[in-house]
């Protein structure tokens, strides 16, 4: 038994070390995407019905560091504030695929050629999803609803630099929204590569397509964030999965799952919903298929038994990074779980006469946490909205509230409204 608890830590402690030095550099270039980029374009870009705007739409979603459980309340507030349902489909397509962070990651794990191929793909799928939207589905007026998930807190603006503000997005905003899937992505991979016998895929499947539907099935209802996968599809690569079979788990795993197809269903309607997933199913079979015609060596890997290693970076700056990365993920999750239970504290002792508590579901991560405060603070009787994502409550400060106001925003936003709290204490 000894042996193989051995085996398994220094397999997740060399993955660790891996995926470090690109992913913290994918974190600080995610933070300087969401301070720097002018993202207001977003909306100019992204409001007709027409094939530029699906382009425009999947070219801004590419690098954008959002996945599954940020991405779904990030396209609803843009399609809420003008976008097309075309350009949203196709945002909501390519984005959720790639990401500066897992492209980084993906080059470091899987190698270049995955690193090119993987956005390529994205970026011809959503394109494609958006406009066959556009032809199939009429594009309906839809409600509108104030700000976006991308827009700053004005308060946080005035007071913080924007350095500040980028360090504070990169690497523990948007660390905590990943930090849960990466450690699953980790952990599994790890667990893979130590159970799974070598070639297991080559001995036990011999049919490509096959291979990739069955990686289809298994992808579609679950989640896994696109740089959480990159762990996983470099061991099943090891392990003798094709190359064609990563692809289609690189791309479902992180487009699709069991909630995104819910709240699609339920805002954007059932045809949009039926060309996303349709998309998402063929374009990942298409493109696994044209993969596993290339040429074999350009999809292999080496390293230790569960990693690729380019012999690039030297050992110390690895061994820092690794160490940098756990250090920001406790720190992470003491700011999650630290901050809230002294914020319930104070809640505790706060005069409750014009605070109300209402139960939202279906919020997972910051971005669907500025949503939701964003758009409620916006409400004419609402002085400030603070959304606790571990309760998955929200605390409201305002005078005659108008709870129906309250419902209809929540769900607009694809969340599901469970009615006010009672009882705080």
Not at 106 to 130: E, H, N, Q, W
Not at 168 to 185: E, N, P, R, S
Request: proline share 4%; charged share 15%.
């Amino acid at each position: 038994m000894m042996p193989y608890i051995q085996a398994y830590l220094n397999e997740l402690w060399g993955l660790t070390l891996e995926i470090a030095p690109y992913l913290l550099f994918g974190f600080l270039f995610a933070g300087l995407l969401r301070v720097y980029f002018p993202q207001r374009l977003l909306n100019k870009y992204m409001g007709k019905s027409s094939t530029k705007a699906t382009i425009n739409a999947s070219l801004l979603g590419i690098p954008m560091p959002l996945c599954s459980c940020g991405v779904i309340p990030t396209g609803i507030s843009l399609f809420r504030n003008g976008a097309s349902r075309g350009s949203t489909s196709s945002f909501l397509i390519s984005t959720p695929q790639t990401g500066v962070d897992s492209i980084l990651v993906t080059y470091s794990m899987l190698g270049l050629p995955f690193a090119i191929i993987r956005p390529i793909v994205a970026l011809i799928t959503g394109i494609t999803g958006g406009v066959f939207t556009n032809l199939l589905v009429k594009n309906k007026q839809s409600k509108t609803l104030h700000g976006d998930v991308f827009t700053a807190d004005e308060a946080a603006k005035k007071t913080n630099g924007k350095f500040k503000q980028m360090l504070q997005y990169a690497f523990v905003t948007f660390l905590q929204d990943i930090m849960k899937w990466l450690l699953i992505g980790l952990i599994l991979a790890a667990l893979i590569a130590v159970l799974i016998p070598d070639n297991f895929f080559n001995d036990k499947i011999n049919n490509d397509f096959l291979g990739m539907l069955l990686i289809l099935v298994a992808s579609i209802p679950l989640y896994v964030c696109a740089t959480a996968s990159v762990p996983v599809a470099a061991v099943l690569l090891l392990k003798g999965l094709s190359p064609g079979a990563v692809l289609v788990f690189l791309m479902a795993g992180p487009a699709t799952n069991a909630a995104t197809m819910t709240v699609l269903w339920k805002t954007l309607g059932k045809q949009t919903t039926l060309i996303y997933l349709a998309t998402i199913v063929g374009g990942s079979l298409l493109f696994g298929l044209l993969i596993n015609q290339l040429p074999a060596n350009w999809f292999i890997i080496s390293g230790h038994s569960g990693a690729h290693s380019h012999q690039l970076l030297p050992g110390w700056l690895e061994l820092a990074s690794g160490i940098t990365l756990i250090l920001l993920i406790i720190n992470g999750y003491y700011q999650k779980y630290f901050n809230k239970k002294s914020s319930k504290s104070e809640i505790m002792n706060a005069n409750t006469n014009n605070l109300t508590f209402v139960k939202v579901s279906g919020m997972d991560c910051n971005h669907c946490k500025n949503s939701v405060e964003l758009n409620l603070k916006k409400l004419a009787e609402i002085q400030s909205a603070e959304v606790d994502l571990t309760s998955q409550t929200v605390r409201i400060e305002g005078n005659a509230i108008d709870m129906e106001a309250i419902r209809e925003t929540v769900e607009a936003l694809g969340y599901k409204f469970e009615g006010k709290v009672e009882d705080n204490h």
